[in-house]
């Protein structure tokens, strides 16, 4: 398959549907849901504003509305936010913190800052109009969201920096039967895993999430996918 045709695949394509598996994994262990119901939405455009030349925002931009709410955080704690976004200009980089106020995409031996080489998405690597890379994807919680920040590479002021989020929100069940979330984890049924934050320091689990697992339940997957 040509680069080209690679590059058209829409990230539509990993949205799940009703009766899909997936799992999260938090710093505490995964949690496997199965999705019940399905809701598209989008946030169109957001306005970061203007960034002057090889500088950056003056702040961490959080996507609220007036009254502070975060529009990428699901408002219920029945509610999971699939997000996948794209930027313009194309040059401008997009730094994600995720949770919030924790920084991501760095390489592990190297320290991401927000005038460097290393963590960002650019709008030519994920397009305002699509199709959004790969790299975009997020799963958010209730109580819990991103916020974002740019850095401009160009000797002149981007006037106009936007991002388009894509949304579908799920209803879900969890899954607590045990020998149903190994099959998920070890890739005996089909079942998209996603790690929440990165890999060097997954997302600590929502509280009221941790308090409706089975004691034990979270160690036990843990434990799992760590054995050989």
């Excluded at 919030?100 to 390489?107: C, E, G, T, V, Y």
Aim: glycine fraction near 6%; charge should be negative.
């Amino acid at each position: 398959m040509s680069q080209v045709s690679l590059l058209q695949t829409s990230h539509r394509d990993f949205f799940l549907e009703e009766g899909f598996l997936f799992a999260l994994q938090f710093s505490e262990g995964w949690v496997v849901f199965r999705v019940k119901g399905v809701e598209d939405s989008n946030l169109v455009p957001w306005n970061l504003g203007s960034c002057s030349a090889l500088s950056n925002l003056s702040a961490w931009n959080e996507i609220q509305d007036s009254s502070n709410r975060h529009y990428l955080e699901p408002h219920e704690q029945e509610f999971i936010k699939h997000i996948f976004w794209g930027a313009s200009p194309p040059k401008a980089r997009i730094f994600k913190q995720y949770p919030a106020r924790k920084d991501r995409n760095s390489l592990l031996a190297i320290i991401r800052t927000l005038t460097g080489d290393v963590g960002y998405v650019d709008g030519d690597e994920s397009p305002y109009d699509g199709p959004f890379s790969k790299r975009t994807e997020l799963f958010t919680l209730h109580d819990m969201w991103p916020q974002f920040q740019v850095y401009n590479p160009l000797t002149y002021t981007m006037n106009y920096v936007v991002m388009n989020f894509d949304i579908r929100t799920y209803t879900y069940n969890i899954m607590k039967e045990r020998a149903l979330i190994e099959d998920c984890l070890k890739g005996q049924r089909k079942c998209k895993k996603h790690t929440v934050g990165g890999i060097d320091e997954p997302a600590p689990i929502p509280s009221w999430l941790k308090d409706l697992m089975p004691t034990g339940l979270l160690d036990w997957t843990k434990t799992l996918m760590e054995s050989p």
